[in-house]
């Protein structure tokens, strides 16, 4: 099932949609946690927290690729 949409740009502005509070929950793809996810794994997995933590700079990153990418 896909997940919702992280956020939205509208001009220069990043909008984050936190309506539904468990749209993101899910099974961590790394660990198993069943926890809150974000797309930020080496290879976009769908991660918790704690694994985002485990490689900060990795987690970092993709973050930054998919602020970039949404225009």
Known sequence: ????????????AVIMDR??????DGKCELCGAVEELR???PNNE??????????????TRKF???LKGQA
């Open 46 to 59: 769908n991660i918790c927290f704690a694994c985002g933590q485990k490689d900060e700079a990795t987690t």
């Open 1 to 12: 099932m896909p997940h919702a949409k992280l956020f939205e740009r509208k001009g220069k």
């Open 39 to 41: 797309p930020y794994g």
């Open 19 to 24: 309506r539904d509070a468990n749209a993101f």
């Open 64 to 66: 930054a690729e998919m």
